[in-house]
């Protein structure tokens, strides 16, 4: 089992001086005072709260979905609150003078192909690092230091595969590139579960975060690409809003299929975990060569 050092609260208090000097760059940067325009709508106060309660309830059940099972009383109740608050959200947008959004925005195509994609890249870099960090620290006794150091490949991995894809982005399309990554990550995911070694392990989640790093990008592309100036804000809202969703799937669903190793009574649970991730990600890829928009010709 996972034992915490005298000094692991420490941890969390890395982000205090950083959140300090971003307050401090902010307040210097950011003018004092926007000009508001007269015909400035209200705030939709009311839609905030639907859809803010609504996405809660649907991201903390995912969650318990994880720790107490998909058929338990929580998960049903609060997987039944967010289908209520998402409804009447959609309804009151309909009806309200200043709406909170379009709701029309989540069927267009490129919209919702990029709430997809942001959601399989988010789900599998938690996949990454949750099984990954449980392996090295729980099966194999490593530090956190150890453990951290062992993870910069992947964060190296990642900066690579969204910065090649970024590059390639206008000249292959998105389809082309959300079916690649999505190929290299379950390739990745194959490896450690196939063999559980450190080399292995390393290798494998590294080649996959290049994989997932790739999906990032084109998720945000093809989300924003091709929506008015005006609806930017909403659209870039919703792949956030999914960013989030998929980190809740990625954790309920590998703390379900590893419970047994992170319970420390067995290795077969991250063999499992992995083995999920990269048919997930299989499938992800055949799912991106059927929606995904390829590359725009021009003229």
Known sequence: MLTAGPGWPWVFHVNVPIGVVIAVV????????????ADRPRLDVLGAVLVTAAGASLIYGLTAAGERGRLSPLTGWLAAAAAVGYTLFVLWQRRARSPL???????????????????????????????????FQQALGYGA????????????????????????????????????????????????????????????????????????????????????????????????????????????????????????????GFTSGFVVAAVASAAGAVAAALVTTGRRRTA
């Open 101 to 135: 959004m379009d709701v029309r925005l989540l069927a267009r195509r490129p919209v919702a192909v990029g709430a997809f994609l942001i959601l399989m890249a988010t789900a599998l870099m938690i996949a990454v690092f949750f099984l990954g960090t449980f392996y």
């Open 145 to 268: 230091l150890r453990a951290g150091l062992l993870f910069l490949p992947v964060a190296l991995a990642t900066m690579l595969g969204a910065n090649l894809t970024g590059r390639l982005l206008g000249r292959w399309g998105g389809r082309a590139l959300a079916v690649a990554g999505l190929t290299v990550a379950a390739a990745g995911m194959a490896v450690p579960a196939v063999s559980t070694n450190v080399v292995s392990v390393v290798a494998g989640v590294a080649a996959a975060a290049a994989g997932t790093g790739a999906l990032f990008v084109i998720a945000s592309a093809t989300a924003l690409g091709q929506v008015a100036p005006h609806e930017a804000g909403i659209a870039s809202g919703i792949v956030s809003t999914f960013h989030e969703f998929g980190a809740s799937v990625g954790a309920a669903v590998m703390s379900s299929v590893a419970a047994a190793s992170l319970a420390g009574t067995t290795l077969s």
């Open 26 to 37: 902010l307040a210097v940067l950011l003018p004092a005072r926007t000009p508001a325009p």
